[in-house]
């Protein structure tokens, strides 16, 4: 399988732990993404990067979460501190810049329910 | 506020009919459009996409239609099949990120 894959899948925390997700981009692919969607709702934008620098994070991005690409290769999401709101998909995308348009690939995401 | 906007949460469309799935947007910067197609449980999978220098694109049984001066898009699957059950989100790309809709929760029936 050559898309994006998420890990893990689900994951139930209780309030106030930590928690830290893993996305595995398209190989080729130099930029990678992150987004959050809560039910109702379209996926929110996170944050992102070009190879292994972060270039913008979303005003919804608070302290308590930190994203990382060592390498530009894989990336992590950690969540510190986890509240009830932070219940969301988190999902990641990948692309490949050509040009100036680009077509994000997401992957499956992974819920996470904050007890 | 929404800048993207997909103002019917749902839609019921018999088998083998026209669905059309409409989306609106605020910012005439927009100058790149996707749709994606989302089942319980998965990512968003892309579908097709339309750049503003077109006013439509073709794909199968699906076209794109944009229409700059209203700031509209609009989705048609034709023929409708059953497996097309999904949520579909519109999004605009706004420099390195995409703006998404609320999405439109599309049903065809036998």
């Known amino acids: 399988d050559t898309g994006v894959s998420q890990n893990p899948r689900h994951k139930i925390t209780k309030r106030g732990q930590n928690v830290t997700f893993r996305c595995d981009p398209i190989?080729?692919?130099?930029?990678l993404y992150w987004y959050r969607q809560t039910l109702g709702q379209g996926p929110e934008f996170l944050t992102y990067?070009?190879?292994?620098?972060?270039?913008?994070k979303s005003r919804l991005l608070s302290d308590r979460f930190s994203a990382e690409r060592p390498k530009g290769s894989f990336s992590t999401l950690e969540i510190q501190r986890t509240e009830q709101g932070d219940s969301a998909m988190y999902l990641c995308?990948?692309?490949?810049?050509?040009?100036?348009?680009?077509?994000?690939?997401f992957g499956p995401g992974t819920r996470l329910l904050v007890l | 506020d929404q800048q993207v906007k997909q103002n019917s949460p749902s839609l019921s469309v018999q088998e083998g009919r026209i669905s059309i799935l409409n989306c609106d947007y605020t910012n005439s910067m927009f100058d790149y459009f996707l749709w994606y197609k989302k089942y319980p449980a998965e990512g968003p999978t892309f579908l097709i996409s339309i750049s503003s220098i077109k006013d439509k694109n073709e794909d199968g049984r699906f076209t794109v239609f944009l229409n700059k001066s209203a700031k509209h898009l609009s989705l048609h699957i034709v023929p409708s099949q059953p497996g097309d059950s999904a949520v579909y989100f519109c999004a605009a790309s706004d420099a390195d990120k995409l703006i998404f809709g609320t999405g439109t929760r599309l049903q065809v029936f036998p």
């Open positions: 190989s080729e692919h130099n930029r």
């Open positions: 990067f070009q190879n292994e620098a972060q270039l913008e």
């Open positions: 995308a990948s692309s490949l810049v050509v040009g100036y348009q680009e077509t994000q690939y």
